[in-house]
């Protein structure tokens, strides 16, 4: 029986033996990712006892079982985690991009990038069900990349405010870490807000990374964790970029996250998944096919235009370049895009003849319906035809319209995980004599 392909235009791209290639290591790493799987494979229940890995709670001594998932690994996480512990589960709400039918718990879609009214009323029903939670009962706490937009409870700002700071931060070419330091200090819920909600409950946090290092503290804006970060860190940041007098805010109040190590002596964060696990898989497909397989880095960073141009000039002929991470794009004109396509048509001019650069999205969502490009000489002698200059798509950040018009976007939909952004640059195999 044939697969599915993750890359729902996989058959209109693979016009080239590396293409094919590309896109098979791609997809090798995206079905290693899949959610629900992880789920399934690292919880189980036994009788009274609920284990994660090599860590386990008797639910016999719990009177309720709370669920509660950010993010866009929360929806696949509830229906795997209802298939293990069914009747058990006492109540939940689960926020993600999407939603769907879950028997036990109630299912939102809110809004991302950026948050909305519709992330904020999904928000105050987890409240509501954390305030609730007693001595006695134990939290179940999914979360996962989105987490930071979705898990929307502003502190002293209306949410079109925390809106447009984020979105300037994100066009002034900030990174995840210092985004998600300024969005937990103005906030009720993120940077450990959420477990002192819950106190004293037992809550277990599980924990999909989708930034450069598995910080437990960044992914999501860590709403389970101890947070080392602290109001003069979101302060200078914000001074940094400008960003009061950018967003034309008269003041900006910053409230300081919990720090009292007692309010988290009964959490237990677990870390689920990380892009280690699609890069491996990624590594292992391309080894079959017969490729040399370098994974250069898990921590990818940096403007994306930069990362792009570096990746394509790395591998040698026969060669797969792999890396994970979270680049930047610092917004100089008024095009569409995401990181991925930038960093693809970053990579336009360096990308030799028999050469290939990939970047994919692993959520399926470039910050557009695309989940990313590839540009190889197919692209390049499609927009010679059409007319299109890569320099002046670049200077106007206009990404997603040039891939779309040479026909190199990839289109996945929302895969439901999220472990950062994939990036392959290849050359083809020599021919042998």
Same mark, same amino acid.
């Given at each position: 029986m044939t697969r599915r392909h993750v890359i729902k235009n996989h058959a209109a791209l693979s016009s080239t033996a590396l293409r094919k290639d590309a896109l098979a290591v791609l997809e090798a790493g995206l079905r290693a990712i899949d959610t629900g799987a992880a789920v399934r494979r690292a919880c189980r229940l036994r009788g009274d006892v609920f284990s994660i890995g090599r860590r386990s709670w008797n639910l016999a001594k719990f009177e309720n079982v709370y669920v509660i998932g950010?993010?866009?690994?929360?929806?696949?996480? /509830?229906?795997?985690?209802?298939? *293990?512990?069914?009747?058990?589960?006492? =109540? @939940?709400?689960? +926020?993600?991009?999407?939603?769907?039918?879950?028997?036990?718990?109630?299912?939102?879609?809110?809004?991302?990038?950026?948050?909305?009214?519709?992330?904020?009323?999904?928000?105050?029903?987890?409240?509501?069900?954390?305030?609730? /939670?007693?001595?006695?009962?134990? *939290?179940?706490?999914?979360?996962?990349? =989105? @987490?930071?937009? +979705?898990?929307?409870?502003?502190?002293?700002?209306?949410?079109?405010?925390?809106?447009?700071?984020?979105?300037?931060?994100?066009?002034?070419?900030a990174d995840i870490n210092e985004i998600n330091t300024v969005r937990k200090h103005l906030s009720e819920v993120q940077g450990g807000q959420l477990a002192e909600l819950a106190y004293p409950a037992t809550v277990i946090g599980l924990l999909f990374s989708d930034v450069p290092g598995d910080n437990p503290g960044i992914i999501a804006s860590g709403p389970t964790v101890l947070d080392q970060t602290t109001v003069h860190d979101a302060s200078e940041i914000l001074s940094r970029y400008g960003i009061v007098k950018a967003c034309r805010m008269p003041d900006c109040d910053l409230r300081e996250t919990p720090k009292d190590p007692a309010l988290f002596k009964k959490i237990a964060n677990v870390l689920l998944m990380t892009n280690a696990v699609a890069l491996d898989a990624m590594k292992a497909e391309g080894l079959k096919r017969g490729y040399r397989v370098n994974i250069l880095t898990r921590t990818l960073s940096g403007e994306a235009r930069d990362a792009g141009a570096s990746l394509a000039r790395k591998p040698r002929p026969g060669e797969m370049i792999l890396a994970g991470g979270e680049t930047t794009v610092t917004m100089r004109g008024k095009g569409r895009g995401g990181r991925n396509q930038e960093l693809a048509l970053g990579a336009f001019a360096s990308v030799p003849d028999d050469g290939l650069v990939l970047s994919c999205a692993s959520d399926g969502i470039d910050n557009t319906p695309a989940a990313g490009a590839i540009v190889d000489e197919i692209t390049k002698r499609r927009a010679e035809a059409k007319k299109l200059d890569s320099e002046s798509a670049l200077a106007n950040n206009a990404s997603y319209d040039f891939f779309k018009a040479t026909g190199s976007q990839m289109i996945s939909g929302q895969t439901g995980a999220n472990v950062s952004d994939l990036v392959i640059a290849a050359r083809a195999k020599k021919r042998s004599s």
């Open positions: 950010i993010g866009k690994a929360a929806y696949d996480s /509830a229906v795997a985690i209802e298939r *293990v512990l069914g009747r058990r589960i006492s =109540g @939940g709400v689960i +926020l993600d991009v999407k939603s769907g039918p879950l028997r036990r718990m109630r299912s939102y879609a809110g809004t991302h990038p950026f948050p909305s009214e519709i992330n904020m009323r999904a928000t105050d029903e987890i409240i509501d069900l954390l305030v609730r /939670a007693e001595r006695k009962d134990l *939290v179940i706490a999914v979360v996962s990349g =989105g @987490g930071s937009a +979705l898990l929307c409870r502003p502190y002293k700002l209306k949410c079109d405010v925390l809106a447009l700071v984020t979105r300037v931060l994100m066009a002034k070419g």
